[in-house]
């Protein structure tokens, strides 16, 4: 019996064509089928956002969601928001307050944290704090990575646009 | 420039050198992460890559009396399936024990269970596929039947023994160790005061972003195993793979790429990981596990589950006479290889009274075995539950003799010109600062306003509370923590450095990086002690093949001996290239150095010869140098720390939270750690990694438990039942730093990473018993959550 459906995805802007298995997450897809390994599985259960990705500009979890659902969609992953410049402030900001230490959860706390700072730029430290909560890290308590994003929202607020 | 010439490593003749040691640096190799460009295991790909799965014991305790793998081998994908006794044809079973912790016992442990599982989780079976999935789908055909077994949960009545569960060792106790300075008994008849409590500490876990890992590639033509590994030590394993497969340790080459966090899960031999090698060998073709959340959660050692009776004695003006403990902790049904599980509770041995100035002190401590999933090393290894029952104690205490909590522990602490000191356990510090770093915590918080607030807060029904702890903790260790017990445990790190042709000057390092920030430290101070910009140097390690021998990453070390393993290859690179430079320039070594990448005049700071000249005469045209002279640009270094066992710290933290009285929820309001660890490299990685630490600790004050039932199950195992913390619950983090640099090494640093959370828990916990004084209630089992908390207000 074949459980596979022809499945077409744009992920970062190139479109890819393959038989996907029905079961298969888009996380899967992404790391095994297209071999973009920058988003990570850190729970297989939807709590953790080390998969967090975006489809069609909202951020969602790559464990949660199967490939087939994101045919004919629009996915950006860290390699794409990487390479596209969209990141580059608060990449900046991650690593000169060193808000990453093993860096497993970074790409996806990395898509939340711009989440944030394209929907909500007026967002408060504890803002900032109750919006990552969906984003585990385990090595740095979370302050550096406040204290990343308050600066972006602060320079953006500041600064000519 | 940030001038602190009165650091070892700024010491006559290295002038020049300050350079960024000191300075808040960002890690270069931290870039490729926040593309997602780094190489965890699952990240690598290789050609004909098996993937295995395991079948693991739903019960855990039971006798194994069918294990049927025929229907499983047939599904689609399956390449091979293997139980125990197959696995142990290649991989020889192992008993952690160490000559050196008397007594220890433990039973033979295999890579997968023969005949009889002993925690609900461990493997009984390994399926091989060709896709994780496929493998996954096949585990639904194993056949099993078990027989179940007397199962033995709780640790009194493991230390009762109405059940064995080895019944060749004779008993449930694993170790025990008994401790008594002779004066006990006479210290708490002639007390003013008296005071006793229990305390209690919940199981919890690592969980580390990134769960274990590894790839075993078995290579038949030359009999040799590469191995891409999640680990914090690589010479370790090299070695262990070597042995227990049969394998010439040359030919075992253990590679860390990006590893995703460690904190100890990832320092200890897995039986499933030994077995995923075994398997590689047996199929002669490469096979990877990664633990999935469920897995790890059951499989991952855990760590702490602890209760502990502590009395204090006391005489009215406040002086503390006497401490006397006995503690009891469960490790599961094997004491894990090759550290054992004996350390934790000797740990506590060793480090509770730690920070104040009594001599007498009477321990008692007994290891049980259960039937739950292990327990072993985990960041701050016992410290956590020294600091607790110390700092419970001395605070209710200070509350019995009506005096100040902060000025109890003035009163008490450690006299920081009283060093050397060899404290009543036995441990010696070389040099600690506890009253300096109470000072500044005190002025940090402003500790006396907070009072003020608090008190005033209080009158309205707003229930706030101000906890301190004062901890010592256990850094950067000599042979005496694993070599002395005959663990093949290297104390020692190397590091090697080279100037390239270019310029450029490539480190070499045995310590591993897990996120800490090791690879970023060692560029500062290789950049620094040779001459260099930072931008001019790589970092590799991790990787058996190519670094120096060395331990790796544990007990707060990598700084502190790694560290000045660079330092002192950076000197000796140093040194040779003044040699060449003074050979091509003809002028006497003494005259020059190096700054900024250039040889220069070292009187008039003038530049003779930028490096990249220098490589590229060195490199390419040696003819042009003195006969007989021959450069050498690759120089290697060692370190171990020998004067002390250990390079003990100090530091201070305090918590300040409100309790929900109603609901039992604790909000954290703020948190601060004052530590002294010696130089300090780089104070941004060391905020960092003591906020980290911080969390971690709260972590397991208010929220981590791995709760079992009676019948040995795990209750929540997934991430959604086993709650971490999360940034919209935690608080700012305050970090000062005092620096006593260690004399045993140049560069004086000693260990960091631990600190936070051998402080945090009990912080908290002094914290929420300030709020909850006015009701007379007290919390004494971690962790604190609303329902307990809820219980002593009598509320529930």
Same mark, same amino acid.
């Given at each position: 019996?074949?459980?596979?459906?022809?499945?077409?995805?744009?992920?970062?802007?190139?479109?890819?064509?393959?038989?996907?298995?029905?079961?298969?997450?888009?996380?899967?897809?992404?790391?095994?089928?297209?071999?973009?390994?920058?988003?990570?599985?850190?729970?297989?259960?939807?709590?953790?956002?080390?998969?967090?990705?975006?489809?069609?500009?909202?951020?969602?979890?790559?464990?949660?969601?199967?490939?087939?659902?994101?045919?004919?969609?629009?996915?950006?992953?860290?390699?794409?928001?990487?390479?596209?410049?969209?990141?580059?402030?608060?990449?900046?900001?991650?690593?000169?307050?060193?808000?990453?230490?093993?860096?497993?959860?970074?790409?996806?706390?990395?898509?939340?944290?711009?989440?944030?700072?394209?929907?909500?730029?007026?967002?408060?430290?504890?803002?900032?704090?109750?919006?990552?909560?969906?984003?585990?890290?385990?090595?740095?308590?979370?302050?550096?990575?406040?204290?990343?994003?308050?600066?972006?929202?602060?320079?953006?607020?500041?600064?000519?646009? | 420039?940030?001038?602190?010439?009165?650091?070892?490593?700024?010491?006559?003749?290295?002038?020049?050198?300050?350079?960024?040691?000191?300075?808040?640096?960002?890690?270069?190799?931290?870039?490729?992460?926040?593309?997602?460009?780094?190489?965890?295991?699952?990240?690598?790909?290789?050609?004909?890559?098996?993937?295995?799965?395991?079948?693991?014991?739903?019960?855990?305790?039971?006798?194994?009396?069918?294990?049927?793998?025929?229907?499983?081998?047939?599904?689609?994908?399956?390449?091979?399936?293997?139980?125990?006794?197959?696995?142990?044809?290649?991989?020889?079973?192992?008993?952690?024990?160490?000559?050196?912790?008397?007594?220890?016992?433990?039973?033979?442990?295999?890579?997968?269970?023969?005949?009889?599982?002993?925690?609900?989780?461990?493997?009984?079976?390994?399926?091989?596929?060709?896709?994780?999935?496929?493998?996954?789908?096949?585990?639904?055909?194993?056949?099993?039947?078990?027989?179940?077994?007397?199962?033995?949960?709780?640790?009194?009545?493991?230390?009762?023994?109405?059940?064995?569960?080895?019944?060749?060792?004779?008993?449930?106790?694993?170790?025990?160790?008994?401790?008594?300075?002779?004066?006990?008994?006479?210290?708490?008849?002639?007390?003013?005061?008296?005071?006793?409590?229990?305390?209690?500490?919940?199981?919890?876990?690592?969980?580390?972003?990134?769960?274990?890992?590894?790839?075993?590639?078995?290579?038949?033509?030359?009999?040799?195993?590469?191995?891409?590994?999640?680990?914090?030590?690589?010479?370790?394993?090299?070695?262990?793979?070597?042995?227990?497969?049969?394998?010439?340790?040359?030919?075992?080459?253990?590679?860390?790429?990006?590893?995703?966090?460690?904190?100890?899960?990832?320092?200890?031999?897995?039986?499933?990981?030994?077995?995923?090698?075994?398997?590689?060998?047996?199929?002669?073709?490469?096979?990877?596990?990664?633990?999935?959340?469920?897995?790890?959660?059951?499989?991952?050692?855990?760590?702490?589950?602890?209760?502990?009776?502590?009395?204090?004695?006391?005489?009215?003006?406040?002086?503390?006479?006497?401490?006397?403990?006995?503690?009891?902790?469960?490790?599961?049904?094997?004491?894990?290889?090759?550290?054992?599980?004996?350390?934790?509770?000797?740990?506590?041995?060793?480090?509770?009274?730690?920070?104040?100035?009594?001599?007498?002190?009477?321990?008692?401590?007994?290891?049980?075995?259960?039937?739950?999933?292990?327990?072993?090393?985990?960041?701050?290894?016992?410290?956590?539950?020294?600091?607790?029952? *110390? =700092? %419970? $104690?001395?605070?209710?205490? !200070? &509350?019995?003799?009506?005096?100040?909590?902060?000025?109890?522990? @003035?009163?008490?602490?450690?006299?920081?010109?009283?060093?050397?000191?060899?404290?009543?356990?036995?441990?010696?510090?070389?040099?600690?600062?506890?009253?300096?770093?109470?000072?500044?915590?005190?002025?940090?918080?402003?500790?006396?306003?907070?009072?003020?607030?608090?008190?005033?807060?209080?009158?309205?029904?707003?229930?706030?509370?101000?906890?301190?702890?004062?901890?010592?903790?256990?850094?950067?260790?000599?042979?005496?923590?694993?070599?002395?017990?005959?663990?093949?445990?290297?104390?020692?790190?190397?590091?090697?450095?080279?100037?390239?042709?270019?310029?450029?000057?490539?480190?070499?390092?045995?310590?591993?990086?897990?996120?800490?920030? *090791? =690879? %970023? $430290?060692?560029?500062?101070? !290789? &950049?620094?002690?040779?001459?260099?910009?930072?931008?001019?140097? @790589?970092?590799?390690?991790?990787?058996?093949?190519?670094?120096?021998?060395?331990?790796?990453?544990?007990?707060?070390?990598?700084?502190?001996?790694?560290?000045?393993?660079?330092?002192?290859?950076?000197?000796?690179?140093?040194?040779?290239?003044?040699?060449?430079?003074?050979?091509?320039?003809?002028?006497?070594?003494?005259?020059?150095?190096?700054?900024?990448?250039?040889?220069?005049?070292?009187?008039?700071?003038?530049?003779?010869?930028?490096?990249?000249?220098?490589?590229?005469?060195?490199?390419?045209?040696?003819?042009?140098?003195?006969?007989?002279?021959?450069?050498?640009?690759?120089?290697?270094?060692?370190?171990?720390?020998?004067?002390?066992?250990?390079?003990?710290?100090?530091?201070?933290? !305090?918590?300040?939270?409100?309790?929900?009285?109603?609901?039992?929820?604790?909000?954290?309001?703020?948190?601060?750690?004052?530590?002294?660890?010696?130089?300090?490299?780089?104070?941004?990685?060391?905020?960092?990694?003591?906020?980290?630490?911080?969390?971690?600790?709260?972590?397991?004050?208010?929220?981590?438990?791995?709760?079992?039932?009676?019948?040995?199950?795990?209750?929540?195992?997934?991430?959604?039942?086993?709650?971490?913390?999360?940034?919209?619950?935690?608080?700012?983090?305050?970090?000062?730093?005092?620096?006593?640099?260690?004399?045993?090494?140049?560069?004086?640093?000693?260990?960091?990473?631990?600190?936070?959370?051998?402080?945090?828990?009990?912080?908290?916990?002094?914290?929420?018993?300030?709020?909850?004084?006015?009701?007379?209630?007290?919390?004494?089992?971690?962790?604190?959550?609303?329902?307990?908390?809820?219980?002593?207000?009598?509320?529930?």
């Amino acid at each position: 019996m074949d459980t596979t459906l022809e499945t077409t995805i744009t992920v970062n802007g190139t479109p890819v064509t393959r038989q996907v298995p029905a079961r298969q997450h888009l996380i899967d897809f992404l790391r095994e089928t297209v071999g973009l390994t920058g988003s990570h599985i850190g729970c297989e259960h939807g709590v953790c956002g080390a998969c967090t990705l975006r489809v069609d500009g909202e951020i969602v979890r790559g464990c949660l969601m199967l490939a087939v659902q994101a045919n004919g969609r629009k996915v950006d992953t860290i390699e794409g928001l990487s390479d596209s410049g969209e990141l580059a402030e608060l990449q900046k900001a991650f690593h000169e307050h060193n808000a990453l230490q093993c860096g497993f959860c970074t790409p996806g706390m990395l898509m939340a944290a711009q989440d944030l700072v394209r929907t909500r730029p007026e967002a408060s430290r504890e803002e900032i704090r109750a919006y990552v909560s969906g984003n585990y890290c385990r090595c740095t308590g979370y302050h550096a990575i406040v204290d990343a994003v308050e600066e972006v929202l602060e320079n953006r607020k500041g600064g000519p646009r | 420039m940030n001038a602190r010439a009165e650091l070892p490593l700024h010491a006559p003749g290295t002038q020049t050198d300050k350079g960024y040691i000191g300075q808040s640096v960002p890690r270069p190799n931290a870039k490729r992460l926040l593309q997602g460009r780094g190489a965890f295991v699952d990240d690598l790909r290789f050609p004909r890559l098996a993937h295995v799965v395991f079948f693991r014991s739903p019960y855990a305790h039971a006798r194994i009396r069918k294990l049927d793998l025929t229907k499983a081998a047939r599904q689609p994908g399956v390449i091979a399936c293997f139980d125990g006794r197959a696995v142990a044809e290649y991989c020889t079973p192992w008993v952690a024990v160490l000559a050196h912790l008397k007594g220890i016992k433990s039973a033979p442990q295999h890579a997968i269970a023969i005949e009889r599982a002993c925690w609900q989780g461990e493997a009984v079976a390994a399926i091989v596929a060709e896709s994780r999935e496929q493998g996954e789908d096949a585990l639904a055909h194993v056949e099993a039947e078990w027989e179940e077994l007397p199962v033995v949960t709780d640790m009194e009545d493991a230390l009762a023994n109405r059940h064995v569960i080895h019944p060749d060792l004779g008993d449930n106790v694993c170790f025990r160790r008994e401790l008594d300075t002779g004066g006990v008994d006479d210290a708490f008849a002639k007390a003013d005061l008296v005071v006793e409590e229990t305390f209690g500490f919940g199981r919890h876990t690592g969980v580390c972003m990134e769960t274990r890992s590894i790839l075993a590639d078995y290579n038949a033509a030359d009999h040799s195993l590469t191995v891409y590994h999640a680990t914090q030590a690589p010479h370790m394993m090299q070695d262990i793979f070597s042995r227990h497969l049969g394998i010439p340790e040359a030919n075992v080459r253990v590679i860390c790429k990006d590893v995703g966090g460690s904190f100890g899960i990832k320092v200890h031999v897995y039986p499933d990981e030994m077995a995923t090698a075994a398997i590689s060998v047996m199929l002669r073709r490469p096979v990877k596990f990664v633990a999935d959340r469920l897995e790890s959660f059951l499989t991952d050692i855990h760590a702490r589950e602890h209760r502990a009776k502590i009395r204090i004695a006391c005489a009215k003006d406040g002086r503390i006479l006497a401490f006397d403990l006995d503690d009891l902790t469960a490790i599961g049904p094997y004491s894990v290889y090759p550290r054992t599980s004996g350390i934790e509770g000797n740990q506590v041995v060793n480090l509770t009274g730690g920070p104040y100035k009594h001599r007498e002190y009477r321990a008692k401590m007994h290891v049980v075995f259960t039937n739950k999933n292990v327990t072993c090393q985990y960041r701050a290894v016992g410290h956590p539950i020294a600091a607790a029952l *110390t =700092e %419970g $104690i001395v605070d209710l205490a !200070a &509350a019995k003799l009506g005096l100040d909590p902060a000025e109890f522990r @003035r009163r008490n602490l450690i006299a920081d010109d009283a060093y050397p000191y060899t404290f009543p356990s036995g441990v010696k510090f070389e040099c600690l600062s506890h009253h300096k770093t109470l000072d500044k915590l005190l002025v940090l918080m402003d500790y006396r306003k907070l009072r003020a607030e608090q008190a005033a807060l209080r009158k309205r029904g707003v229930y706030r509370g101000i906890g301190l702890a004062a901890i010592i903790e256990v850094t950067g260790p000599s042979p005496a923590f694993y070599g002395v017990g005959g663990a093949r445990i290297s104390a020692q790190d190397g590091a090697t450095l080279r100037l390239e042709p270019t310029g450029m000057v490539t480190c070499i390092g045995s310590v591993t990086e897990q996120g800490q920030g *090791t =690879e %970023g $430290i060692f560029a500062q101070i !290789a &950049a620094s002690a040779v001459g260099v910009t930072m931008d001019k140097v @790589r970092v590799m390690t991790g990787d058996t093949g190519v670094t120096p021998y060395g331990g790796g990453t544990w007990a707060s070390r990598g700084a502190a001996i790694g560290g000045e393993a660079v330092l002192q290859a950076g000197r000796a690179l140093r040194s040779n290239i003044l040699d060449i430079a003074a050979a091509i320039l003809s002028m006497d070594k003494a005259e020059l150095d190096i700054v900024n990448n250039e040889v220069v005049n070292k009187l008039t700071l003038e530049s003779k010869l930028p490096l990249v000249e220098l490589g590229r005469i060195a490199y390419f045209r040696p003819d042009t140098l003195p006969p007989k002279f021959q450069s050498e640009l690759t120089v290697t270094r060692h370190y171990t720390p020998r004067e002390y066992g250990f390079s003990f710290t100090n530091g201070i933290h !305090a918590s300040y939270l409100e309790v929900d009285v109603d609901t039992g929820f604790v909000k954290l309001l703020k948190h601060w750690a004052v530590d002294d660890s010696g130089t300090v490299i780089n104070p941004m990685l060391v905020d960092e990694q003591v906020r980290g630490g911080v969390v971690q600790g709260i972590g397991a004050a208010l929220f981590e438990e791995c709760v079992y039932d009676e019948n040995g199950q795990l209750l929540n195992g997934t991430m959604a039942d086993y709650l971490v913390p999360m940034s919209g619950e935690m608080p700012d983090i305050v970090v000062g730093h005092v620096e006593t640099p260690t004399r045993q090494s140049e560069l004086g640093a000693k260990g960091a990473g631990e600190a936070g959370t051998a402080g945090a828990p009990a912080a908290v916990m002094n914290a929420i018993n300030d709020a909850l004084a006015p009701f007379g209630a007290r919390v004494t089992v971690q962790p604190f959550t609303p329902e307990r908390i809820l219980k002593a207000l009598g509320k529930v």
